[in-house]
């Protein structure tokens, strides 16, 4: 019996294998790791321009001249500028590696902001139930039944007047992206909240005189945010949708403040139906390829997350495993599959299947 217990032990993992995108990255296969594998460059690739953005980029966001002099408005890609001027004429590279700065900065804010009160209204309301569970839940689904783009115009009116300073314009972008996204993460935290608190180890923890706020933060909180990580990716791409549709509403942040890629595609509305194509091409191509990066590594891990949709790959090693180890009355269960005679005596079976007994 040991033997066979420390033949099914599954081998332990080391630190890295235990972490959470190595560990669904070695789960995928096939199309899927191809789609979480890529989506993972290119989110990596846009934290690392967001980081390195005043290394990377050859001039400031709002530069408008060198030593050699004024840039010039609407230039074409040239070996000074290899993405052209605006109309404005600000480069068109550093404007776009310096907008990855600034949406990660919003990403971060709003989402931290939105999880933080969600969070925590969902666990209030989850656990506690009664009146306030009801108010909460019709606000929430007021909140969500607006659309999220025009929620989002309003609270940045309201706000900062539209238009304000780097911190000013991130603050009332994250915090208009927060209202909308508040919701969400109620919703799935109070489902979770009103799920777990009817669970054996919550019931013995009340009786045993732990108060509601120990219950609700260690026991309740702690076993309802397993899908946080995969609200968190599809909500950031969101986030930084969200952002470009207020800059190419003109309720973005000023050129003067800090790169914006919505407000850059505003500004080149003109320029595309003058032949001018650089200006728009890039900011455009920066807001798909960082939206469509996150979404893959959003969609994939939510796959992963749902058993009914894994890879097959794990599940047929583990059933190899089982079928060495499992014994069955001729032998291993390999017997079992080769025909009566793995499983009983020969002798004792006729033609037909039948058994004979002597």
Partial sequence: MSVLTASARAP????????????????????????????????????????????IA?????????????F????????????????????????????????????IVAVALSIFAGVLLGLV?????????????????????????????VMSIVISGGQ??????????????????IPQYFRVIRAEAVRIKAEAYVESAKVVGASNARIMFRHVFRNSTRTLPLIFTLNSSEAILTLAGLGFLGFGIEPTAAAEWG????????????????????????????????????????????PRLRGRRAVAEASGKVGEISVVPGGTLEAGPGGLGGLEDEDTIDPEGIQVRP
Wanted: glycine content about 10%.
């Fill in 263 to 306: 407000f850059d595609l505003n500004k080149a509305i003109a320029d595309v139906s003058a032949g001018i194509w650089w200006t728009a091409l890039f900011p455009g191509i920066a807001i798909v390829a960082v939206v469509l990066g996150i979404t893959l590594v959003g969609e994939s891990m939510n796959d992963l997350a749902d």
């Fill in 125 to 153: 309301s989850g656990y506690f139930g009664g009146w306030l569970d009801r108010v909460l839940v019709v606000i929430c689904d007021a909140i969500y039944a607006f659309p999220s783009l025009l929620l989002a115009i």
């Fill in 72 to 107: 010039g408005a609407q230039q074409s890609p040239s070996a000074a500028h290899i993405w052209g001027t605006t109309v404005g004429g600000y480069d068109v590279f550093s404007r776009v590696i310096w907008g990855a700065q600034t949406a990660i900065m919003v990403i």
């Fill in 12 to 55: 332990k993992r080391s630190l890295l294998g235990r972490l959470p995108v190595v560990r669904q990255v070695r789960q995928s296969v096939g199309v899927q790791r191809f789609m979480l594998v890529s989506g993972l460059v290119i989110t990596v690739v846009f934290v690392l321009v967001a980081i390195f953005a005043p290394l």
């Fill in 58 to 70: 050859p001039y400031g966001f709002a530069q408008l001249r060198d030593a050699q002099g004024n």
């Fill in 164 to 181: 304000s300073s780097l911190w000013g314009g991130v603050l009332a972008a994250a915090i208009s992206i927060t209202v909308v996204y």
